[in-house]
């Protein structure tokens, strides 16, 4: 029979796992991971990397992860942290400034009259784990009282452990916590199924949607039916965004008639909303510090602009038009000594900022973006659309996908990077600012390479670009010691 190469991967399990059969792997695994702890004080490996033995379950890498990263917080998996709720006016302050009212009306009609048939909570959670609305079923708002999911509550791992709203907020997709999945025992009876939600204007997490249901009567379509929702969800505020660029747009069109020369005018987001004598542009990178007015700016795709405020956007006139040699791409001798910096200090905001010969600038990445930009970081060689599909999703077939997002990536970038294969210029200084915890690196990533990475870092065997270099092993035995 022919070899695939991929021998060590276990067969999939095409049953989803008991509640039970949950509750043995928690306590397994905690056990387990606590013992090692005992044994030796120095950093351990995440609780999902230790094989489980042959024929025993182990969590799905996203629940171990998280129980790992608790455990080190040492989070007490019988009593939590003590409770941080909002007062009435910080939650009615938190409603309006999060967007998310706006999205109420289609995420009841979604949820709680489509899935009416069966017991259920909704909550709506903004960027920062926050219950701000929570409805449903009233004998199981009363049982989500006993373990303090209660509006104003933050339900995010540090406060409550391992739960639905931290983990779509976490990993950035549509996920379940099953039962004994929840680090904390008093949510073993629950089973939470949730999803983030976005701005469709500048792709930043805006908050979760969550549905709570007792664990024994949990159905299988509540994960589609979630997702669903926060899709509808984020399409309504994409109607609410594409009204606001309209209204600019009726305002920009008199303006730009008058001035004659190439501008455009764009939303406080980058979003074009009308222009003149300039190329079809669709979004302009905003920087993360915002723009300052009457400045001259180095814009990505424009090149160097002045930028004048204009009602809930931006007048952009560039310096020089494209005809006089004008360009928002970093050229080749522009790119000669410049410094590239990924800032991955803040998890859920990693930012690119480049000091060049044309200009410095900055602003923050997608997740996909800075995934990319991490792995050529720390592979100067190069990898090819392959390799970087191995590291990335663990199928090496994926290229195209690759492929698209390094083509955008080098709209801006230009001579910074090179290509065939993939890398970062040689003459590019290259510095990557990581997290305190190395687990904290990119925590919504489960790309197979970062997950490596992170766990490398922890054990000291690897660092990342522009960090002092690893402090020398010290010897074995009594000479070692102090």
Avoid at 423 to 447: M, W
Wanted: aromatic fraction near 4%; charged fraction near 25%.
């Amino acid at each position: 029979m022919r070899q695939t190469g991929r021998q060590s991967r276990r067969p999939e399990r095409r049953t989803p796992p008991t509640a039970t059969e949950l509750a043995k792997v928690h306590d397994r695994t905690l056990a387990d991971a606590a013992a090692r702890e005992l044994a030796a004080p120095a950093p351990a490996p995440a609780l999902s990397a230790q094989p489980a033995g042959p024929g025993l379950l182990e969590p799905r890498p996203e629940i171990g992860d998280s129980w790992a990263r608790l455990q080190r917080l040492g989070l007490d998996p019988d009593s939590g942290a003590a409770a941080v709720l909002l007062g009435p006016g910080e939650i009615e302050q938190r409603r309006r400034t999060s967007g998310l009212d706006s999205v109420l009306p289609v995420l009841r009609e979604t949820l709680l009259e489509v899935g009416g048939a069966a017991p259920l909570l909704v909550a709506v959670a903004d960027a920062e784990g926050h219950v701000l609305w929570q409805e449903g079923e009233r004998g199981l708002r009363r049982s989500a009282d006993r373990i303090g999911f209660i509006t104003g509550a933050r339900w995010t791992e540090e406060r409550v452990g391992t739960n639905g709203i931290a983990a779509a907020l976490r990993i950035r997709r549509p996920t379940h916590v099953h039962s004994a999945e929840h680090y904390l025992r008093s949510h073993h009876a629950w089973t939470c199924v949730a999803a983030p939600l976005r701005d469709p204007g500048t792709g930043q997490l805006v908050g979760a949607v969550n549905l709570s249901v007792p664990a024994h009567s949990v159905r299988p379509y509540l994960l589609q039916l979630t997702a669903t929702a926060a899709r509808l969800a984020e399409t309504e505020l994409r109607a609410h965004r594409l009204e606001a660029l309209h209204e600019l747009r009726a305002l920009a069109a008199p303006l730009l008639a008058r001035i004659g020369g190439p501008a455009l005018v764009v939303d406080a987001a980058g979003w074009t909303a009308a222009a003149a004598g300039l190329p079809p542009v669709g979004r302009l990178r905003v920087p993360s510090g915002g723009w300052t007015p009457a400045a001259v700016h180095w814009v990505p795709g424009l090149g160097e602009c002045v930028l004048e405020p204009l009602a809930d956007g931006w007048l952009v006139r560039p310096v020089r038009s494209p005809e006089d040699g004008g360009s928002g791409a970093v050229s080749a001798e522009q790119a000669e000594g410049a410094h590239l910096r990924l800032d991955l200090r803040r998890p859920d905001r990693p930012e690119l900022s480049v000091r060049s010969a044309a200009d410095s600038w900055s602003h923050p990445l997608s997740p996909r973006h800075a995934e990319l930009l991490l792995l050529l970081a720390t592979g100067r060689e190069g990898s090819t659309a392959a390799q970087l599909a191995e590291a990335l999703f663990d199928d090496a077939r994926r290229t195209v996908t690759v492929r698209a997002e390094l083509s955008r990536l080098r709209r801006y970038l230009g001579g910074l990077l090179a290509h065939r294969p993939y890398r970062f210029a040689e003459s590019v200084l290259v510095t990557v600012d990581g997290p305190d915890d190395p687990y904290d690196l990119l925590p919504a990533s489960s790309a197979p390479a970062v997950r490596r990475l992170r766990a490398a870092l922890a054990a000291g065997t690897a660092r990342l670009p522009g960090t002092p270099s690893l402090p020398p092993p010290r010897a074995a035995g009594p000479a070692g010691r102090r």
